[in-house]
């Protein structure tokens, strides 16, 4: 399209890393794409019009200001994108800081997954299926929530369970090992592995749990599920379906407390990421709306952001309204008499600040 186009990663040689932040500088390059190695403090952008970024969910809250920060006059048009839309975010939008569009419908061809939850001690059964996927030509991930045997953490090791599943449970079969602390070579090589479907199973850390595309892939099990939060599981869950083939995502837990189970709950029942978000803020709350905590209970002596949603929405269409009027104090005034007419109608109040 005659757009010069360059990357900028932390992969990226010590001289092609300055040559791209030179051109960049200098407005030599049209669109940059790159990692969170754009939020460093020497890399400056001639005029940064447009901050997309993808899998929002992976970016802190303070990463995401300083990317925003470096276009012209620290602004600059934002488009955010995610399958699970994080609790804070979803509050925002009623703040009228973002405006949502979603996308509910799967591409053509594409079957929804299905999830069920299955007790550690039917793990068996969960085993069975996955070569039962295997023997008609599918292939399968097996996930751990660590790496490797801590006493702090009580979790099967992904190195011990793939010696495991490789030598008693599938030793017929091609398993594989994938997990962040290998070195980026062989961590290339076990993915192109899976992806030209050398290998059938693959052992791994949630390092999958994006920028994965193996459409022949159609199970998912994630081990001690009760340990990951609703949103990885909604992203890792996402690596399958993405062929032709009826998908599944199998939640094996262990013990679970009440929270864990609603979370597991909510996954069983829906795919939707925009409820699962939404039980997701139920559980943790949706975090500060002017600070950087991504989860906890909000600043609101009254409101809610989920029960009240109707009203606060109407509040924000009315604040939007006002200023596009530039109204007068007498409009203000009438504003605020209707809040408080509301609020005492619902809750008997007889006054709000």
Not at 26 to 47: I, M, P, S, W
Not at 317 to 322: F, N, P
Request: glycine share 8%; with cysteine.
């Amino acid at each position: 399209m005659g757009y010069r186009i360059a990357a900028l990663t932390g992969s990226v040689g010590t001289r092609d890393k300055a040559s791209v932040k030179r051109k960049m500088a200098a407005g030599d390059v049209h669109v940059v794409v790159g990692t969170h190695a754009l939020l460093q403090e020497d890399v400056a952008f001639h005029r940064l019009g447009l901050a997309i970024v993808d899998e929002q969910h992976r970016f802190g809250v303070r990463q995401r200001w300083e990317l925003f920060q470096k276009g012209q006059d620290g602004q600059a048009d934002v488009l955010v994108m995610t399958a699970t839309p994080i609790p804070r975010t979803l509050a925002l939008t009623i703040y009228g800081d973002l405006d949502v569009s979603t996308i509910d419908e799967l591409p053509p061809g594409r079957k929804p997954i299905t999830t069920r939850q299955v007790n550690e001690s039917a793990v068996e059964s969960v085993y069975s299926f996955v070569a039962q996927q295997v023997s008609l030509g599918r292939q399968a991930y097996v996930v751990y929530p660590v790496v490797e045997e801590s006493e702090t953490v009580a979790a099967k090791a992904a190195e011990q369970m793939h010696h495991h599943l490789s030598t008693t449970v599938f030793p017929n079969l091609s398993v594989d090992l994938l997990h962040g602390r290998m070195t980026p070579d062989d961590k290339e090589a076990a993915m192109a592995r899976f992806q030209s479907g050398q290998t059938q199973i693959l052992v791994s850390t949630t390092v999958i749990e994006v920028g994965v595309d193996v459409p022949n892939a159609t199970v998912m099990v994630i081990e001690q599920a009760e340990r990951f939060g609703l949103a990885q599981i909604h992203q890792l869950r996402g690596r399958v379906g993405r062929g032709k083939h009826q998908s599944y995502c199998i939640l094996v837990t262990g013990k679970m407390n009440d929270t864990a189970r609603e979370r597991i709950r909510t996954l069983v029942e829906s795919n939707d990421g925009f409820y699962i978000a939404e039980m997701d803020m139920k559980l943790r709350g949706p975090g500060e709306f002017f600070g950087t905590k991504q989860s906890g209970v909000p600043g609101l002596r009254l409101g809610d952001i989920l029960r009240d949603n109707e009203i606060l929405c109407q509040a924000r269409d009315e604040a939007h309204a006002l200023l596009k009027r530039d109204g007068s104090n007498a409009e203000l005034r009438d504003a605020v008499r209707y809040i408080q007419e509301h609020w005492q109608r619902r809750y008997g109040l007889v006054q709000v600040g």
